[in-house]
């Protein structure tokens, strides 16, 4: 049988948290049996889109919070890894933001992009109390 | 954000000793880059290699430095880079703006290459 | 300020997931700024009870549980590291298990010792659905 | 559970190439010890040089090759553990039951010094 597992984590909006956060999606896809690709580029790839998300959600969305913890949630379940970043901020349009990197010499803007490019289906959502940016990749 | 900066033939060699470039210290490193400039050291070396993880902040980052090297006639260039941050510049097309070398002696003779000519 | 962090784990019991639990907790203790103490040690230590309270939810605690999921929290708040292992099995008490180790060759019993050398302060707890074993450390 | 199982001199060395030795896999630990025992493997080093976390369960595994080699008049001896497992061994005073030796070399001479006693 497939393997299951649900993490949930809150934390401070800090910059402080993303190493932590990106090392526990490591660990988890270290330890995937499911997986069948390469799992150190799995490993990395889910570091990276939780430290991007995150960040995000830090940056662009720690105003009008009324909890003082970020949510974020890692589950694995029939072969799918879904990552889910809440936030309570103003909210954004993912298809306001560049689809390729083409030679441009922008200081932001890379972080969306690296999301999508490297997971499987990436989807904004509007809650009642905010947002969630809902990352998928297929694990076989 | 822990470096090292060393200077050797009018070249600044900063050595990222992190193992993440991240949102969280990369804009120490931007700041630290930025002030070296302003200090006059207009060839930089950004030695990459005690680095296993860059995110896009961390490009930013360095794309800033990049920018404001040139924008002094100066140069940027990186050395160093663990396949998994390699890969990150291929992915967003960074690798074609900057120069990038194996290691720091490559990187050093790259500039050496350049007195000479001029 | 000092440093919180709030994490739910589900998974099914099987002592499959025991290495990625236990990983999950080394991680955390890596990353305790807060921490004053060895950190190596601790992330050993943090491993371990998670390792050996989870292995005897799975061992004494599988049978009439209601739910498919083990669950586990673990927390940092206020320089207080608080793991928590609920289980809804038949339940023991603290006190019946043996406090020190002295030259037995039992192959078994030596789980709740190690937690309690280990752990500032441990406690059993009922609850309505079950029991929670509650590991507390002193990060300070 | 990786296991590397030489024989020199009439003493089997069984090397656990795990990074955990936990109640995932010492189940299986047990039971090839089990087996060598009772195909005339009497005198049993188990080297866990590979092993960096070993939990009660992993002692207890231990624990029950020492208790089936001894009731077969054979000895297991332990060697190259690491420093976090060896302060396991002394939390739980196993280090006063097992004989344990820094490496496979030394544990394999006081077998040897043992033949030339007899
Ligand atoms: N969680 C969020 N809340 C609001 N806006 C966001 C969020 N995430 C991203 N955005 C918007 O999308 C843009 C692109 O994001 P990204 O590609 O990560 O680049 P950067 O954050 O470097 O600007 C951001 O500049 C911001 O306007
Ligand atoms: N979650 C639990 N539910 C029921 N009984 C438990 C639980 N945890 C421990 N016990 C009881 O406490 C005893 C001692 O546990 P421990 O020291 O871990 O040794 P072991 O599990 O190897 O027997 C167990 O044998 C069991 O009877």
């Known amino acids: 049988m497939s393997e299951r597992i649900f993490l949930d984590i809150s934390f401070p909006y800090e910059t402080d948290y993303l190493c932590l956060i990106g090392k526990i999606g490591e660990q988890l896809a270290w330890n995937l049996s499911s997986f069948s690709g390469d799992r150190e580029t799995l490993a990395y790839h889910v570091n990276l889109v939780l430290t991007e998300a995150v960040a995000n959600a830090i940056e662009h969305a720690a105003d009008n919070r009324s909890s003082p913890f970020l949510h974020v949630t890692i589950r694995v379940e029939n072969g799918l890894l879904t990552i889910r970043v809440f936030d309570q901020g103003p909210g954004f349009s993912l298809c306001d933001v560049q689809e390729s990197c083409d030679d441009t010499l922008e200081e932001h803007g890379r972080g969306i992009f690296i999301i999508k490019s490297l997971m499987d289906r990436v989807s904004y959502i509007k809650l009642d109390d905010g947002h969630v940016l809902e990352m998928e990749k297929n694990l076989y | ?118």
Chains 1, 3 share one sequence.
Do not use: W, Y
Request: glycine residues 6%.
């Open chain 2, 1 to 118: 954000m822990l470096t090292n900066i060393e200077s050797r033939d009018a070249v600044t060699l900063i050595q990222v000793q992190e193992e993440r470039l991240d949102a969280h210290n990369s804009p120490e490193l931007k700041n630290q880059m930025l002030k070296l400039l302003e200090e006059g050291n207009h060839r930089m070396i950004i030695d990459l290699q005690d680095v296993r993880f860059v995110d896009s902040s961390g490009l930013g980052a360095l794309v800033s430095g990049f920018k404001n090297a040139s924008a002094r006639n100066g140069s940027l260039k990186l050395c160093g880079l663990q396949p998994q941050v390699q890969s990150m510049f291929e992915l967003t097309r960074l690798h074609r703006v900057f120069d990038i070398f194996s290691d720091r002696h490559q990187a050093l003779s790259s500039f050496q290459d350049l007195s000479e000519q001029t």
